[in-house]
């Protein structure tokens, strides 16, 4: 197929088919990297919401494949429009103060859309800290959906204080927040998290600590906020593996994310230690479903002329959705 197809591959997928991506990268490179492509046909081995994005990102006259269409997230999944639409309704009556909408790039187009058609944009775990600065720059308040982890721990990070947050789920009435709370709060955090992150936890990082005191724990913001002020080191899977590229040999790491990915960076880097923070397999089982037989499927599909499982975000939705992404592209 030569110069006619690209294969992108998110670094959390397994061995099997990242030996085949011709890019790999976190969330926000890849995005980038679809931006650039000329390629007729992007097969992008990642969750769906990568694909939605990369086919925002491409011309109408390229195809983004995803192998599996199963290949979900989620935490993506804990945020749909209506609820949404609904939470911003009953936000807005308990306030008149400025809110900017931020969404982590793990969504539906839809409520991509939503940031971009209420002022707000759209933040990768690499450039959180970037995208929430902006938003409070702008608005008195933030609305931060779907991950509390991120939102929670990028705030912290930006020296708001825990008691200025709140969490907002929509499967209790009202959020489970009253309107007095919400006039005070200054970060309205959405009650999603990431299954896998959540395998990981303080006493875990303890622990090692204990055991093996020269050991350094870096983990992935989806962390729960007690995880990552107990690591030494946060940040998306580039951030991850750029910092092991960089340690000496002997050097020993503690990592809190995907298997697969701590899994791989053993076996790359044979002259450190490095082990998985969580006894326990914490596998990204929508990202595995992208299995290397699902992958010469697609490949097939296309050499045949008939490609499969094309993700085409409507047009209606792209529009807004788009002036999000270009907004956060400009920024970070
Ligand atoms: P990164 O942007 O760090 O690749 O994270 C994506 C993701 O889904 C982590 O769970
Ligand atoms: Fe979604 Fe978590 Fe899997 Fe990332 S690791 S794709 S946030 S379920």
Excluded at 78 to 83: F, I, K, R
């Amino acid at each position: 197929l030569g110069s006619k197809l690209v294969i992108l591959g998110h670094h959390y997928q397994q061995d099997d088919v990242i030996s085949f991506a011709d890019h790999t990268g976190d969330s926000l490179g890849l995005a980038k990297d679809a931006a650039k492509l000329s390629a007729k046909y992007i097969i992008f081995c990642g969750v769906h919401f990568m694909a939605e994005t990369a086919d925002m990102l491409t011309k109408d006259s390229q195809h983004v494949i995803l192998p599996d269409l199963n290949a979900g997230c989620s935490m993506a999944d804990m945020a749909n429009a209506d609820e949404i639409d609904r939470a911003w309704e009953n936000i807005q009556s308990a306030t008149s103060d400025k809110i900017i909408p931020i969404t982590y790039i793990n969504c539906t187009a839809k409520l991509k859309a939503f940031v971009g058609k209420n002022d707000g944009a759209i933040c990768t775990s690499s450039n959180a800290k970037k995208m929430i600065n902006w938003a409070l720059d702008k608005g008195d308040k933030l609305l931060f959906f779907p991950d509390q982890h991120l939102g929670r721990n990028t705030c912290s990070e930006l020296g708001i204080s825990l008691d200025e947050m709140l969490v907002y789920n929509p499967n209790l009435q009202s959020g489970g927040v009253t309107k007095d709370q919400i006039a005070k709060a200054r970060v309205i955090l959405w009650y999603g998290f990431c299954s896998v992150h959540q395998g990981f936890n303080a006493e875990q990082v303890c622990q090692i600590k204990k055991d093996s005191p020269e050991t350094t724990v870096i983990v992935h913001p989806e962390c729960s906020y007690e995880v990552y002020k107990a690591a030494d080191m946060a940040g998306s899977t580039s951030f991850i593996i750029d910092t092991i590229k960089k340690a000496k040999a002997g050097s020993s790491f503690a990592v809190g994310t995907e298997i697969n990915l701590v899994n791989r960076l053993a076996k790359d880097y044979p002259k450190l230690n490095i082990t998985s923070l969580s006894p326990y397999q914490c596998l990204c089982t929508t990202m595995y479903r992208v299995r290397p037989r699902w992958l010469l499927e697609s490949l097939r599909s296309i050499k045949k002329n008939h490609p499969i499982n094309i993700i085409k975000v409507e047009e209606s939705i792209q529009k807004n959705a788009l002036k999000a992404l270009e907004r956060m592209l400009q920024i970070s």
